[in-house]
C-alpha cells in the first residue's frame, strides 16, 4: 500500500485511462482501497467491468467503467459524461494508456507506428482536453503518464520513446498553462514494469529480453506494478511535478545530455547491426504486429 496521509483520497474520483490491465488497473484498485472513487476507462469491457464490479464488493466507493478509445473524442467526451453524472465531477485525472508495437518501422506498417504515437501521445492530449473543465472545477490533478523512453532510445521502440518524449514536454507546457486554473500537472516516468505489455515483448523477442539484462540498473530493472501503483498514488496525493519508478530514473533523466549524444549512441550502435535484424526477424515470426494481450489497432481493426 501507498504511504499517504489517512483520508488523502478518501471520495476523490479518479479518472483513469487504460484501465482494464497493468499500471491502471493496480492504480484503480489501491486506490479504491484508499476511498477514491474509480472511473475506469478503456477499450476491454468485460475487464472494465469485472474490475468496477470487485471493486464494488470489496470497498465502500461507488465506481462506475466507460469503453473508450483514447484517439476518439466524442468516445472520450462520452466517458467523462458518464463519470460526472455518476460520481460528480473529477479530481485526479490518469492518463495512461498506451500500447507499444513490435517491430521496426522499417518492417512495421505505417499505420502501425502512427497508431502508437496517436494512443500514446495523441490519446493523452485528447484525454486533457475531455476532462480539463472538470478537473478545473475541483483545482484537481492530472498525471500524464511518460515513460524512461523520454530520456533514452533503443531499437524497435522509436514510436513509443517518440510519443513518451512528447507526453513529457506536453506536460511541461501544460503545467504553466494550467497553472492559474488551479490544476496541477504531472508526468510519470517508469522503467519497465510487469505488465502485459511487457511481458508480450518478452515472449515474442528474446533478442529483446536479452538486450534488457545487459543494460546497466535501472535501465534492465523491472519493477512490479503494485510498486508502481503506489509511485503513482503517492505522486497524485503530493501533487508531485514528476514521478520515477523506480527512483533511481531521475539519475537517467538528468544524464540525458549524455545518453542523447554521439558518445551515449556507441554502446547500441556496437550491437545495432547484428541486433536489430534479430529483432525484426524474431517479431515477424510471430506475426502479429501487437502483443498478444494488446487491444493495438482498437476501432480500425487488429
Request: hydrophobic share 45%; with cysteine; proline share 3%.
Amino acid at each position: 500500500m501507498a504511504h499517504i496521509p489517512t483520508g488523502a483520497l478518501k471520495d476523490k474520483v479518479l479518472f483513469i485511462t487504460g484501465a482494464a490491465r497493468g499500471i491502471g488497473e493496480e492504480t484503480a484498485r489501491r486506490a479504491a482501497a484508499h476511498g477514491a472513487h474509480i472511473a475506469a476507462v478503456g477499450m476491454e469491457p468485460e475487464r472494465l467491468d469485472k474490475l468496477v464490479t470487485e471493486l464494488g464488493q470489496t470497498t465502500d466507493g461507488r465506481h462506475t467503467w466507460a469503453e473508450c478509445d483514447v484517439t476518439d473524442q466524442e468516445s472520450l467526451d462520452a466517458a467523462v459524461a458518464t463519470t460526472v453524472s455518476e460520481l460528480g465531477g473529477i479530481d485526479v485525472v490518469v492518463a495512461n494508456a498506451g500500447i507499444a508495437n513490435h517491430g521496426t518501422v522499417a518492417t512495421s506498417p505505417a499505420d502501425v507506428v502512427a497508431r502508437v504515437m496517436e494512443v500514446n501521445l495523441i490519446g493523452v492530449s485528447r484525454t486533457v482536453s475531455a476532462t480539463v473543465a472538470e478537473v478545473e472545477k475541483r483545482r484537481g490533478y492530472v498525471l500524464l503518464v511518460s515513460s524512461l523512453a523520454a530520456f533514452t532510445a533503443l531499437p524497435g521502440m522509436a514510436a513509443y520513446c517518440g510519443a513518451k518524449a512528447g507526453v513529457e514536454n506536453y506536460g511541461n507546457a501544460l503545467r504553466f498553462e494550467l497553472a492559474h486554473r488551479g490544476i496541477g500537472v504531472g508526468t510519470a516516468h517508469m522503467g519497465w514494469i510487469d505488465t502485459d505489455l511487457v511481458r508480450d515483448v518478452k515472449a515474442d523477442s528474446s533478442t529483446f529480453e536479452d538486450t534488457l539484462k545487459k543494460l546497466p540498473y535501472p535501465l534492465g530493472a523491472l519493477t512490479s506494478v503494485g510498486d508502481c501503483a503506489d509511485a503513482f498514488l503517492e505522486g497524485i496525493v503530493k501533487r508531485k511535478r514528476r514521478i520515477f519508478v523506480p527512483k533511481a530514473v531521475a539519475l537517467v533523466a538528468a544524464m540525458r545530455p549524455l545518453t542523447f549524444s554521439s558518445l551515449g549512441d556507441l554502446p547500441v550502435l556496437a550491437q545495432a547491426k547484428t541486433m536489430v535484424p534479430r529483432l525484426e526477424e524474431q517479431f515477424r515470426k510471430t506475426g502479429r504486429t501487437f502483443g498478444a494481450t494488446s487491444a493495438g489497432m482498437g476501432k480500425r481493426g487488429g
